[in-house]
Structure formats: C-alpha cells, structure tokens
DNA sequence: CCTTGTCAAGAGCACTGCTCTCGATTCTGT
DNA sequence: ACAGAATCGAGAGCAGTGCTCTTGACAAGG
C-alpha cells in the first residue's frame, strides 16, 4: 500500500490527502462554491501559493472531490447489497444511497447539483459516477438469471432511437428484456430526483421527512421494474 | 398595469426590471455562482453601489431571479395545458417543461440545481414554486371527475405518517385517491430527477440525445398514475 | 560534492460583495 | 411656492477571492 519510494514522495501522497481532507471538511460547513483554497490553506498552516505544487488549479481540487465523493457513494451502495432477497436489497440499496447523501449533503450537492459554471466534468469522472445504477442493473440481471424478474405485461417496447440507445445497456445486463432496461433508467432518475428534492428543500412542506416517502418509493420502484 | 404614480417611481420600477433582464442575461452565460453585481453594474453604465438601492444583496438579486423563474417555467407549463385528450396534456406538459429547461438552463439549475451556498429560500417562493406540481395534480382531478382515472390495482394504500402527509394533498385534489396522490409526488420527482439528469450532463453516453426517452418516461409515468 | 528538481513563502494583479459618505435631484407637506 | 425629507448615483475604501511570478531554502541522485 504506501510503497511510495523517496521521502518526498510519501510526504507529497500524504500532504495530497491532508489537502483533500480539509477541502472536504469545509465543503461540508460552506458548500462546494464557496470553496477557498484560501481557508484550505490557512487550516493546513500553509500559504495559499503552496497548495498549486499539488493541485493546479481550484477546479483540479474539486475534480478530485467529485471522484471521491462518487467512489465514496458507490461503496456504501455497494456495502448494502448482498443477501439472498432481491427486493430486500433493492430497498436496502436505496436506503444506502440515501443514507449516505443526507450523511453528505454537500458531496452530494457536489456531483448531483447543479454544475460549477465553468467546470468541464473530465472522462475519469463517468466511472465512478455509474456505479450505483450499475449495481441495479446488476441487481436485476441476477434477479432474471433466478427467475425473480417479472416484467410488467404494460412495459413498453423500445422503439428507434431509444431502442438503440437501449443496445448500449444490454451488454451490462444481456438477459434483462430492452423494456425493462428503459425502465430502469427512468427509476434511476426516480431515484436521484427524489434524493435532490428532499435534499434540496423541494418536499418541504409535504412529503419532508420523507423516510416513509423513501422507502414507499423505492418498493414501487421495484415493482415498476418488475422485481418482487 | 403602467400605475407608477410619481416619476421616481416609474423610474425606480423600470431600472429594476432592467437590473434583473441585464442579471437574467448575464446568469444565462456564466451561470448562478458567477453573477457578479459588478459586472451587471457594467453593463447598465452605473456603479456597482447604486445596486444596492435597489437589491439589498445579491441574495436578494437571486431571489427576484428565482421567483421569476419559476413563474416562467409554471407559465410555460399552463400555457401547454387544455385541451380535451387528457392523456395528450400530460404528455404536452411534459414537454414543454422540457422544452422550458432546456431553453433557460442556468435558469433552470438556479431553481432545481444545488441551493445557493449560505442562501435561505424566503417563503415567497414556495406558491410559484409547486405551480407545476399543482398542474399535474388539478388534471388528474379532472381525469377523475370525468371517470378517465383507472388507478392501477397495485398501488399501495399510504400508511402511517405518509398517509398523514398525504392528507396535505387531498384539499388539491379532493376525489383523487390517496394512492395517486403518493404515485403523482413519485412522478413529480421523475420528472424534475430527468431532466437535471439531462442538463447537468448525468445522461450523457446513454440517453442522450433524451428525446424519445423523455417522451416514452412522460407516458410511463401517466399510466403509473392511472391516467388512459 | 554539486547540480537539478521540488518546496513553501511572499508580493502582487485583477476581481468580488458590500459599506459609507457626499453632493445632487426629486418628492411632499405646508 | 418653497423648505425639509427622502432618494438617487458616484466614488472611495475594506476585506476577501483565485491565481501568477519570483525568491531562497532544502532534498535527491549522479
């Protein structure tokens, strides 16, 4: 693991992670715009200037915040998952993903909000960014593979573009029919909608809390893809 | 319409109007986070001081700029609605929700996209905010008075503190059964989950283009709710 | 040892939101 | 019609920002 070989190597690895960790603890008291590499620098006991030796610009450092932050909600669906009851871990996956964002309002502000206006989200971030709805797809191919997988009779063929749009997913889950995989994108955004909305203050005022909400959902879900 | 009694007045009202046209134009470009009071200053050839004699902050600036997106877009959602074929108006407000946010996207993430950092949403928000909620929810009403709702048999009946939540609801639409009215807060935050999906680039590499998928979504989405 | 590369520090640039003061203009009550 | 009050834009200034460039100290490898 630290097989980082000259001494200013491992203390670069190691100032790197103190950088990151700091950013991170901010970002969770002032949000991701209001990111000082300033503040960052003056909570590490060093002078703004330094902190361009490690990261090039502020862009740079919230690139890598992103990537952790989707890394870090790919885990904690991840860690959910498991079990021999499909629908359980359905619900339990989305209990996860939705645990782990009100855990992180502001990581997950930062890779679900609105984008920083200026910023080019890089091809390293699509990766990490897929896991969660990877983890479903994945989900329901087992689910087909065990016969636990009955797709609505009212699920719609795919037709034209989205037909072949829809090829693209069908390598990740070769045995889950095309209607069901559109469905699964569209349970997807289900998902992160009702995530942002809680998160952002949309529901206040009628569904908030929305635990009873969540989980209601995330069963109708379930069964909207045709998983019981 | 044009009442302003003194000049002052009439004059007060007007720059106003063109402080927040000249901010609309500029938040289109560099995005929410970026506005600058200075650079829309600049641009109307007065200094950046004399603003503040007419937005106390650039909260505030950002207030009357939320509150009027808001109305654009419910504007735009009503101006789609009518009509006879209540399947076809779903569908149409659907997409011209789309249409709206696609069209005003800085606008849009202003209003859907991560809250502004250290910035309270004032309750004056709130009426402008669910016009397109209400939208949904009023034809549903109608579908149901004309017998044109045929909720589906597994819907669930809320329960416990979402039952209590759901009462909130039924003054708006008093003869749509609890069970769409979880259903509709269900689509509501598919729509709004899409379409930030879409905007903010999550889609990219599968459903984008999202065309076809918006408008096959937007029909799932109505039979989910009962609407034929 | 001694060159080479890396490091933190500091000064400085152009920008930001915001406050305060200062005359000038406009409105309003008498 | 005129005096006092309210409002206006302009300007200077404060504390903060991201970022660049230069300088001198230190460590790594030949």
Redesign the interface.
């Known amino acids: 693991m630290n097989a980082g070989r000259t001494a200013r190597e491992r203390a670069r690895a190691e100032l790197t992670e103190e950088i990151k960790g700091a950013a991170r603890r901010q970002l969770a008291t002032?949000?991701?715009?209001?990111l000082s590499l300033r503040a960052v620098s003056r909570e590490l006991g060093m002078v703004s200037s330094a902190l361009y030796r490690y990261f090039p610009s502020r862009d740079e450092l919230l690139t890598a915040l992103i990537i952790d932050a989707y890394d870090a909600l790919g885990e904690a669906a991840e860690a959910a998952a498991g079990g021999d009851d499909l629908l359980a871990e359905w619900v339990a996956i989305y209990a996860a993903v939705r645990d782990w964002a009100r855990a992180h309002p502001q990581e997950y502000?930062?890779i679900?909000?609105?984008?920083?206006?200026?910023y080019k989200?890089p091809q390293t971030t699509?990766e990490p960014?897929i896991r969660v709805p990877l983890l479903l797809l994945g989900l329901l191919q087992r689910a087909q593979a065990s016969g636990r997988l009955s797709p609505p009779g009212?699920?719609?063929e795919?037709s034209?573009?989205?037909a072949q749009?829809t090829e693209?997913?069908v390598p990740l889950a070769p045995d889950v029919p095309p209607a069901v995989l559109?469905?699964t994108?569209?349970v997807w955004?289900?998902?992160?909608?009702?995530l942002?909305?809680e998160l952002?203050?949309?529901l206040v005022?009628?569904?908030d809390?929305a635990?009873?909400?969540f989980e209601?959902?995330s069963?109708?879900?379930a069964?909207?893809v045709g998983l019981t």
């Open positions: 002032v949000g991701a715009e209001a502000a930062l679900y909000g609105s984008p920083i206006s200026g989200a699509v960014a009212d699920a719609p795919p034209g573009l989205l749009q693209v997913l559109v469905r994108v569209i955004t289900q998902l992160f909608g009702m942002s909305f952002f203050g949309q005022g009628s569904m809390p635990d009873e909400f209601s959902a069963r109708q879900m069964a909207f």
